[in-house]
């Protein structure tokens, strides 16, 4: 009822720049709050960054200075410029949504993840 559709992964040289994106779908009554995350193999998914309803943004130590959320509320998409890119980004980036869900018997909060796109840095 409620998904989340990630875009934008690809192949980038290191130093490069990829901006993924990530709109949400579904009967919503709110996004209280926006994520990314990364997973690459054998390691344990990554929280990239996060923001709030209200603007309110926390990124990781290892992408701080290099990388910037940002979220269009009225399309319901949040967005991840990523620039500076290293090969230790190289992972699949998934979006991450705290969802109030409009339902027939009331409002649900839910905790949606897209698909995951695949950003590979490399030479």
């Known amino acids: 009822q409620v998904q989340l559709v990630e875009s934008g992964g690809g192949l980038v040289q290191p130093g490069g720049s990829l901006t993924l994106s990530c709109a949400a779908s579904?009967?919503?009554?709110?996004?209280?709050?926006m994520a990314w995350y990364r997973q690459s193999p054998g390691k344990e998914r990554e929280l990239v960054a996060t923001?709030?309803?209200?603007?309110?943004?926390n990124y990781a130590d290892s992408v701080k200075g290099r990388f910037t959320i940002s979220r269009d509320n009225a399309k319901k998409t949040v967005f991840l410029q990523m620039g500076s890119l290293k090969p230790e980004d190289t992972a699949v980036y998934y979006c991450?949504?705290?969802?109030?869900?409009?339902?027939?018997?009331?409002?649900?909060?839910?905790?949606?993840w897209g698909q995951g796109t695949l950003v590979t840095v490399s030479s």
């Open positions: 579904g009967s919503i009554f709110r996004i209280n709050v």
């Open positions: 923001i709030l309803i209200g603007g309110t943004i």
């Open positions: 991450n949504a705290g969802v109030l869900h409009a339902t027939e018997s009331g409002v649900r909060y839910l905790e949606v």
